[in-house]
């Protein structure tokens, strides 16, 4: 579905990524993990149009994106989630949602939350819409509360809806379990297999291990921009370049916070 052929980036000097090669299958979810500055949120960005890939090709249902506008390739049917997390705090759960979906409708966002006159039937199916995406990630209850009222881990869920809204085939999550308790985990990790079971085709950046293993078909392992490795988590759990580029890394912080801890 989506493919990722030699692709490479550079910022003046600082070579990210190089010859990186990805391939998406449709209907699955796959998981892009990789030590902190590895590159993994570049890539998003390549996909995604905010920035131009310097060497290689990114196609998307077999269509070439070079050269498109985000909310170009937005209509194509591909949307994301950002690590940062990107809400209206001022407006109302369902208006988050609603505002995603302009993209789709015949007329912007502010026309919508106006609720001009000659749009009233095309903006209760949106809000019925918006308040079904939202029962996906189970913020329905709360559809009227102002976005700024609700815990870390709750707006996580709520750009997950909005991502949604813009009825995208492939979904990028970058960082989803960021700041969220287990409980909070376990809840949004049944949530994304019930969305993938809807058809949906999803790509994650996650640190969480438990996560993306138990949640990944696929995983592949980024690491001083090159892919280092890819397969199930079994595989990837036991490949020796893993352990010692990711895993042992972090054992190597687990040891120095011990030692740490103890002088
Ligand atoms: N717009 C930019 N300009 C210059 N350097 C950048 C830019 N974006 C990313 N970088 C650099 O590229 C490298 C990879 O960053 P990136 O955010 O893709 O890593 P990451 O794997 O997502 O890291 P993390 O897990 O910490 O989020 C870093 O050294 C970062 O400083």
Known sequence: ????????????????LQGVDLDIPQGGIFGLIGPNGAGKTTVFNLITGLLPVTGGRISFDGRDLAGLKPHEITRLGLARTFQNIRIF????????????????????????LLSLGGFRAEEKRARDRARELLSWVKLDHKAHDAADNLSYGDQRKLELARALATDPRLLLLDEPVAGMNSTEK??????????????????????????????????????????????????????????????????????????????
């Open 1 to 16: 579905m989506l493919q990722l052929n030699a692709v490479s980036r550079h910022f003046g000097g600082l070579q990210v």
């Open 89 to 112: 705090k001022e407006m109302s759960l369902l208006e988050n949602v609603m505002v995603g979906m302009h993209a789709h409708l015949n007329y912007g966002a502010a026309g919508l």
């Open 186 to 263: 376990t809840e949004l990790m049944h949530e994304i297999e019930n969305i993938q079971r809807r058809g949906y085709t999803i790509f994650m950046i996650e640190h969480d291990m438990r996560f993306v293993m138990g949640l990944c078909e696929q995983i592949a392992v980024l690491n001083f921009g090159r892919i280092i490795a890819q397969g199930n988590a079994e595989q990837i759990k036991n490949d020796p370049q893993v352990i010692e580029a990711y895993l042992g890394r972090e054992e190597d912080e687990a040891t120095a916070d011990e030692e740490g801890a103890a002088a």
